[in-house]
């Protein structure tokens, strides 16, 4: 039978953690880690999205007549807003809606800034998207006027009357029109969402270190 180990000394603090101290460290580590694993999800999910990039060329004539400006849109900290448009297609195949770039918003809001829009047949090339991205709004908030929100093709259908492809181009092409196209990258924001999931990750190990440093009493302490 081994002996039991004598000591010279005697240890001076003992690992006794209170029981509320595991439960608040227990739930700590299990929110930084389901955050973690959030962010980790949503960068997979910006790679993948890139990874699907599927880029679009059509030809046909842009309707000013049927133009939506999408509110609430900064290029380079200037608000602004995002200009939609549809495109009658060429041999008259119907019509696709076309986010065409951001234009700035003028000095007041009764007015809005005027797009040029090219006359006769062009070609747009850009990236096909199922959807245009859609920015938070109240649930009671409706279209009105020309100034949207968010545009969604059945409430753009309903609006115009016309026939839409069900898809949208985002459009990279240059035209003579003034308005700006440097989109974000469908990858973008990958990079942070890794760093938000390694700080929530972090906060999960912080969590229980803390439990193991403060869970080290003088021997002879009340447990909690």
């Not at 040029?116 to 062009?122: D, L």
Request: with cysteine; hydrophobic share 45%.
């Amino acid at each position: 039978m081994r002996r039991p180990l004598n000591l010279p000394f005697k240890l001076p603090y003992r690992f006794r953690p209170r029981g509320w101290a595991v439960a608040l460290a227990a739930a700590a580590c299990a929110a930084g880690i389901a955050l973690g694993n959030w962010q980790s999800g949503r960068a997979e999910e910006k790679r993948a999205a890139a990874a699907r990039v599927q880029h679009i060329a059509a030809r046909g004539e842009l309707l000013a007549e049927h133009t939506l400006y999408l509110d609430n849109k900064l290029h380079r900290g200037r608000p602004g807003y995002h200009v939609v448009q549809p495109l009658r297609l060429a041999g008259g195949r119907g019509h696709v809606l076309v986010s065409r770039g951001w234009i700035a918003a003028g000095p007041g809001r009764e007015a809005l800034p005027a797009v040029r829009t090219p006359a006769g047949p062009v070609a747009i090339e850009g990236v096909r998207l199922a959807r245009l991205p859609r920015a938070w709004a109240s649930s009671d908030a409706r279209p009105r006027g020309r100034v949207w929100q968010n545009v969604a093709l059945e409430d753009f259908r309903a609006w115009s009357g016309l026939a839409l492809e069900p898809y949208v181009i985002e459009q990279h092409s240059p035209l003579d029109d003034g308005l700006a196209r440097d989109w974000p990258a469908p990858d973008a924001g990958v990079e942070r969402h890794l760093a938000y999931a390694l700080q929530w990750y972090s906060f999960a190990a912080l969590a229980l270190i803390l439990l193991v440093v403060l869970s080290f009493r003088r021997d002879g302490a009340a447990p909690g």
